[in-house]
Nanobody, 124 residues
Framework: QVPLVESGGGLVQPGGSLRLSCVTS????????IGWFRQAPGKEREFVAA????????RYAESVKGRFTISRDNAKNTVYLQMNSLNPEDTAVFYC?????????????????WGQGTQVTVSS
């Protein structure tokens, strides 16, 4: 198992910002590629962003490019997702995911490890 614990979700007004955190335990963060997926009500889970093991490579969904930034602090075993310019379409449960491979994947079944999720609601 790869324990992943998300935090930082909440209610924010359109145009606002949130920073999600994903803390891992029991293993070194530099052994895994970490990503974020989200699931909006009535929709399938979709890829949001990911960062590879070294932190030198990132990938984003087109819908969040320029607004979201993924980063990692291996010393703290933590990955962050900074989300700016949020809009109501970003409302979803956000999941932290991990895979023990170097490359980034954008499909759910490539990530065997999932956190419990944190709710992000963008509403006025």
């Amino acid at each position: 198992q790869v324990p992943l614990v998300e935090s930082g979700g909440g209610l924010v007004q359109p145009g606002g910002s949130l920073r999600l955190s994903c803390v891992t335990s029991g293993f070194s963060l530099d052994r895994v590629t970490i990503g974020w997926f989200r699931q909006a009500p009535g929709k399938e889970r979709e890829f949001v962003a990911a960062i590879n093991r070294s932190g030198g490579g990132t990938r984003y969904a087109e819908s969040v490019k320029g607004r979201f930034t993924i980063s990692r602090d291996n010393a703290k075993n933590t990955v962050y997702l900074q989300m700016n310019s949020l809009n109501p379409e970003d409302t979803a449960v956000f999941y932290c995911v991990a895979r023990d491979k170097y490359t980034i994947a954008v499909v759910t079944n490539e990530y065997p490890y999932w956190g419990q999720g944190t709710q992000v609601t963008v509403s006025s």
